[in-house]
């Protein structure tokens, strides 16, 4: 049945992905355990269960304030940055695009450039132009290295669409926007959602471009929280908060993962139905 | 735009229309992601080379004129007497600790993911995507919490070192050492929290080329007389080469200029050449001129590592076009 390994192989083969798999999760579940800890310092012995942190947590103004700064990037940055991207991935689903290799080579440079060349190049460009750090220099910046992703979620989908679809709807006289609208954007629509969690995600989370480019004073979460590792006092409430956050964030993917194989898996029924009516 | 026009009507698709005329297609949609990249991309890198160069600079009343003084004092004057140790270009020596740094977690996580990989394409049968899932969700959690939370267990009275004082294996109040080497603010701790971090990220294009490998090949090699480990070791791990360097290049390039996990669970000893660069632009020593230098250096080393690379990367944009 499996011609590559005996079983003793699997057996330890399977026990090494497990250990793996609780190494990978244990600092996500050390972070859980302490911040029920009643105790200022994370040590054991457990010091008994307390909530207080989650209350302490949710009263801080000024973490409050960082989480909404940052939601409210990531949103906007879920939106450019997949239209952008849509744009992107429809113009590379064309047959013959001139120059593909170097256009394609150019949209996915910001996977490979080191996020520190991308955070000072930044502020070295604002620095040019004279405007002065903000939030939306943040964006931009957040813009470019999530258009890639978008494009590499959305143009596989592209790909794998019955291009005689669009061309029908062009035959019955719709124009080309037209035909984008009403047929391919719907069937490409589960990728695009895909695209915009995956850049929330990623935006919401960047830390070393937004070190950059954040005004003084200004805090979005991951800046509020590499200031609160180095302060001891605030170390409870930012593992509270770090539970929240991450265990909002795995159900976000985890919902997003299944929905769309779900969606898909809906859409290609759907689709087969139609081949096997003509 | 050009997409707004009417599509002229076509011919039945049998042959592709419109091959003589010049027909205003889709692929201009790629014009405005492109113009975006250049404009927010290439054009900063332009500028950090013009103040490596001394063309720019943020030095008030220094006048700009072209100048390679900058690159000189970068590279070791002379190459063939340069030591790790000396004290003369300060900044190379940055340059090449951290390489190796770079180099041994970039191999260690390539070895520790690819059993990973084979696990997930040969012997987790149908529930495999299950279980690549499990291995990439915490990927997709905060990083800076992920590195919160190693910070609470590493640190000297943190989770680690508190357990094994209470399980009695370590005298109280003294902190682990592994190879005299402690276990926070040290090269481990980073070394650790680089390889956690990236472990996941490896291991999914070794499992993508596995998996899609062709079965009887290895069916063929076993009919053929090899046994297990002959078939594994000429036949599946050359034919997964590409994915193995496709994932060393993934955690190579990233991990080459970092300076977030140094700065979080590194120490004094452990300054990598990211926070050198980051140190000259908003730290304490700001000179944007000899810090363009060093972020121009770092963008070429990358870019000779994916020429290098570039054939296994670039296959799953490739596919599919014609």
Known sequence: MNPTLGRWGKLGLGSYFWAIVVFLYTPLVVLLV?????????????????????????????????????????????????ALGVVGAVGLSARRVFGRSIIT?????????????????????INQVNVDQSMWVVLAAHMVITVPYTILVVLPRLRTLDESLPEAARDLGSSDVGAFFRITAPLITPAVVSAMIISFIISFDEYAIASFLVPPGEKTFPIFV??????????????????TVIAVSLCVILVAEFGRGWLERRQTGRDSLAVAAE | MAVAEEAPVRPAPTRRAGRRRFVPGKAWLTVPPALYLL???????????????????????????????????????NPFTWKPWSTESVFWNRFTLSMCVTLIVSLVVTVMAYPLAYFLAFVSERR???????????????????????????????????????LGLLQDGQPLEIFGMGIFRTWFSI??????????????????????????????????????????????????LPGVIAGFVFVLIPTTGEFVTPQLVGGTDTYMFGQAIQDLFIGTAIQWNTGSVLAIWLMAVVVVLIALSSRFLVMDLREGTE
């Open chain 2, 191 to 240: 070394g650790l929290v680089l390889g956690y971090s990236w472990i996941p990220f490896v291991a999914l294009p070794i499992f993508v080329v596995l998996e899609n490998m062709d079965r009887r090949v290895i069916e063929a090699a076993q009919d053929l007389g090899a046994n297990r480990f002959v078939t594994f070791l000429r036949v599946t791990l050359p034919l997964s």
């Open chain 1, 105 to 125: 080579a150019l949209l996915m440079l910001p996977l490979v450039v080191p996020y520190i060349v991308l955070g000072i190049g930044m502020l070295i460009l």
């Open chain 1, 226 to 243: 590499y200031g609160g590792t180095k302060v001891p006092e605030q170390r409870p409430e930012l593992l509270a908060i770090g539970s």
């Open chain 2, 128 to 166: 495999r995507y299950v279980f690549l899932f499990i291995l990439l969700a915490p990927f997709f959690t905060s990083f800076l919490l992920r590195v919160l939370a190693w910070q609470v267990m590493l640190n000297d009275s943190g989770v680690i070192n508190s357990a094994l004082w209470q």
């Open chain 2, 39 to 77: 404009l927010v991309l290439i054009f900063p890198i332009v500028l950090l080379a013009l103040y490596s160069v001394f063309l720019l600079t943020n030095l008030i009343g220094v006048t700009n004129v072209f100048s390679w003084s900058a690159w000189q004092e970068f590279f070791p004057s």
């Open chain 1, 34 to 82: 302490f911040s029920f800890n009643n105790s200022t310092i994370a040590t054991l012995p457990y010091s008994g269960f307390t909530t207080k942190w989650y209350r302490l947590a949710f009263q801080n103004q000024e973490m409050v304030d960082a989480i909404f700064l940052s939601a409210k990037i990531a949103i906007l940055n879920s939106i450019f940055a997949t």
